[in-house]
């Protein structure tokens, strides 16, 4: 068993936790929230996150299942290290030939707070020569970039507080949000870990109809039929644990049989639209790609065209806010127009909205709930919910 650490959105903590409760693992604490910290971040160790126990197909499984976490670490040690020839010693001693071919790329990701080895650079050099001491030969040292998303370097995390040296290795590669479908885009779309925790968190019953009016390239359309349909997300995709040298090709194909033999769900009625034609022909493809087109019904209208069933469901959606699309405009008279066409069509229906300008939810006329605070691409956000009344 190892300690693991899966990178979330900040804000999505308790999500990430109760998928991982869900698939079996034992939770040991979650980090709060840290939406406060410097927008434009790189998702990595000091993010939101949620640390649990698990074993090397623990490691497998939560990569293909998990809906909202980014990334899965592996820690591979921690110890105390003040001086430069400890950092070495200790980081000799770490089981690095379990998961690094000699020689193979690799990329540092490395920060320090209140400790005496601060330079980053130097510390990264120092590892990777307790890595050659350990495998015989040097690793190749690449920047990590996540495009292109093909032969990433094996990053290794490293995080110093207070003298402690922490090392994980990511066993994730490119990002968990990279599910493999989404190859045409609208504007502005949403992450599909994202997307993803947004249905978690309104609560949607994966039964009643989900209406998403601002669909653009159907992000949430997708990954509600996904999580209704019990789709494992990351089943068409590589992920850096399957290139380690102790990788076990057996367990990964039962696993992978295991999560395509399930009984198929019965999928609810999800329905999106979008007054952009484009932004529908690239929904229907990216669905088309995940395997759900028809679970989904598509059509370009605008919010006022709506036409949702008569019984209630939820409405859950990502309007444009003015930032990334409509900058500049004035979109008070869109939301007071969605809040007008909810109350008309879809009452008693629950909504979840992601925005963060009161301004314009002032506009719509209901009344929400204080919010969960999310990052949007850098942008602080919050999923408001409502009962439509
Ligand atoms: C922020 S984007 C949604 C992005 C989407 N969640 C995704 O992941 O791709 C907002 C969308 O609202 C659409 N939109 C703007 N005004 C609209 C209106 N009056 N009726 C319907 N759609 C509208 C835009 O075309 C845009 O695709």
């Not at 039929?225 to 644990?241: E, M, N, T």
Request: aromatic content about 8%.
């Amino acid at each position: 068993m190892s300690n693991l650490f899966a990178v979330c959105i900040p804000g999505l903590e308790d999500f990430t936790a109760q998928e991982l409760e869900q698939l079996g693992l034992g939770v040991k604490r979650t980090l709060s929230p840290s939406v406060d910290s410097p927008p434009g971040r790189k998702p990595d160790d000091t993010g939101g996150g949620v640390e649990f126990r698990g074993s090397l197909p623990d490691i497998y499984r939560v990569n293909l299942h998990l809906r909202t976490g980014s990334r899965v670490l592996v820690r591979l040690g921690t110890f105390y290290a003040a001086a430069f020839s400890d950092l070495r010693r200790r980081a000799r001693r770490l089981p690095w030939e379990g998961y690094l071919i000699p020689g193979q790329p690799a990329a540092f990701r490395v920060t320090s707070h209140q400790s005496r080895l601060y330079h980053t650079g130097a510390v990264a050099e120092y590892i990777a020569g307790a890595v050659a001491d350990r495998l015989g030969k040097p690793l190749t040292i690449r920047k990590f970039d996540e495009d292109p998303v093909t032969s990433l370097p094996q990053l290794i995390v490293v995080r110093l507080v207070a003298n402690h040296c922490t090392i994980s290795l990511d066993s994730s590669g490119s990002l968990l949000h990279r599910r493999g479908y989404r190859l045409a885009t609208a504007k502005a779309p949403l992450r599909e870990t994202l997307a993803a925790g947004i249905l978690l968190a309104s609560g949607w019953d994966s039964a009643s109809p989900l209406l998403d009016p601002f669909c653009g390239s159907g992000t949430i359309a997708i990954e509600a039929a996904l999580l209704a349909k019990k789709i494992a997300p990351g089943r068409a995709r590589h992920f850096a644990f399957m290139d380690w040298p102790n990788f076990n090709a057996a367990i990964w194909k039962s696993l992978m049989a295991e999560s395509t033999a399930k009984t198929p769900s019965p999928s609810p009625k999800i329905i999106a639209s979008d007054r952009d034609a484009g932004a529908i022909q690239a929904a229907r493809a990216n669905a088309e790609r995940a395997g759900v087109a028809d679970c989904i019904e598509f059509s370009c209208r605008s919010v006022s065209a709506i036409k949702p069933p008569p019984y209630p469901g939820w409405v859950i959606t990502n309007p444009p806010y003015g930032v990334r699309v409509s900058a500049g405009k004035d979109l008070r008279h869109l939301y007071a127009q969605l809040g007008k066409i909810l109350r008309a069509k879809c009452l008693n229906w629950n909504l979840a909205l992601l925005c963060d300008r009161v301004q314009l939810l002032k506009s719509t006329g209901l009344k929400f709930d204080r919010g969960i605070p999310l990052r949007n691409g850098g942008l602080r956000v919050r999923l408001m919910q409502s009962l439509v009344k």
